[in-house]
């Protein structure tokens, strides 16, 4: 195995764990408990399965150790195309994960309202209730500023690919359209008073792309990898 066929494994892997911990607390603990514009609900339902949230910050933050560990085998792995573009694309994946790990401390702030009688005790439940909204919309708020840098991170990513040689062309290709896939949905949340109405569309502009471009790319460099000497 040569040196870069070793980094695309690992990477590989590194976005495999980022696949599966993402899948499971974003859409397997977040979406099931979080009822929209219902804050009351939303309240009653991390209470109800505590350990269920626990999981979903657990998985969370194996996903932001294992997205900061992948800037690094990326890094080597283009590297040869442009050393300074491959460079910055690991910085802003790095910049990226510190901030999401910042998003999730939120998410910690939410089960301390649930950790003790002082904080029951002290405040009232609408008051409990408007608190672990404003704490979850502080964390997909702070998620979306770090998704910029992600997009930014892809379209670097993407054009490396595409310039390497030694990765197909339509793989870069599908990671710069993921880019702006992220770009537009970001944008459009911080952007549109009216976000709600166009949510499922904007949702289907970042998951149809992502999921191609980066589970393709995930899949050929577990499967394929870099083979000879480049």
């Known amino acids: 195995m040569n040196p870069l066929d070793k980094m695309a494994r690992i990477a590989g892997l590194g976005y495999l764990i980022i696949f599966i911990t993402g899948f499971f607390a974003n859409f397997f603990v977040l979406e099931g408990l979080v009822a929209d514009g219902d804050a009351a609900t939303t309240f009653a339902n991390i209470g109800n399965n505590l350990l269920q949230f626990r999981w979903g910050i657990f998985s969370f933050l194996i996903m932001v150790i294992a997205d900061v560990l992948l800037a690094w ?7 040869p195309v442009n050393k300074n573009l491959s460079l910055l ?37 609408s008051a409990l209730h408007a608190r672990t909204q404003f704490l979850l919309d502080a964390f997909n708020y702070t998620w979306l500023i770090g998704l910029v840098f992600f997009g930014l991170h892809l379209l670097v990513l993407g054009y490396l690919v595409f310039r390497s040689g030694y990765i197909p062309k339509v793989l870069g290709l599908l990671l710069q359209l993921a880019a702006l896939g992220y770009f537009a949905d970001s944008f459009a949340q911080f952007l549109l008073p009216n976000y709600n109405d166009y949510q499922a569309v904007f949702e289907m502009i ?11 790319f995930t899949v050929w460099l577990l499967v394929k990898g870099v083979k000879g000497d480049k």
């Open 73 to 79: 085998p990326l890094y080597l792995l283009l590297k």
């Open 89 to 125: 694309s690991a910085w802003l994946r790095l910049l990226n994960g510190a901030i999401f790990g910042v998003a999730v401390v939120n998410l910690f702030g939410v089960l301390r309202l649930f950790g003790g009688e002082r904080y029951l005790a002290v405040f009232e439940p």
């Open 206 to 216: 970042v998951v149809i792309p992502g999921v191609v471009g980066e589970f393709s």
